[in-house]
């Protein structure tokens, strides 16, 4: 796997940009800009991020067991495992507590300005 980061450093943001790029066009998310509009984009983003996730667990799976058992791994299942890898780890521990702690600004914020 010796340089061949930079391939998994590139399908990973991709992974993860695709999705948000797609919706924020959709949604008009930044023609006028507001935290609601942010949060509710990175809310619907995380269906897609979810489906990604599943899909590179069932690859990684099928790879490990069929593939990797045998011996026959390649510098292409190497990068697919490592971008699954890199996806599950950024997803888990970056993207979902962002997402926690924006939705609770954004209720905070809803709560205040109600009072």
């Known amino acids: 796997m010796n340089g061949q980061y930079h391939i998994v450093i ?3 943001i991709l992974a993860f940009g695709i999705p948000i790029l797609v919706y924020s066009i959709y949604e008009q998310t930044f023609k006028y800009f507001s935290l609601r509009k942010l949060t509710r984009l990175f809310n619907l983003t995380l269906i897609a991020h979810l489906v990604i996730a599943v899909m590179l667990m069932i690859i ?4 490990e067991k069929n593939i990797y058992v045998d011996g026959h791994g390649t510098g292409l299942t190497d990068i697919i495992m490592e971008t699954g890898m890199a996806y599950l780890i950024i997803g888990a521990f970056f993207y979902l507590p962002g997402l926690l702690i924006l939705n609770l600004i954004n209720w905070t914020m809803l709560k205040m300005n109600r009072n």
């Open 10 to 12: 590139i399908l990973t």
């Open 60 to 63: 990684m799976a099928y790879l």
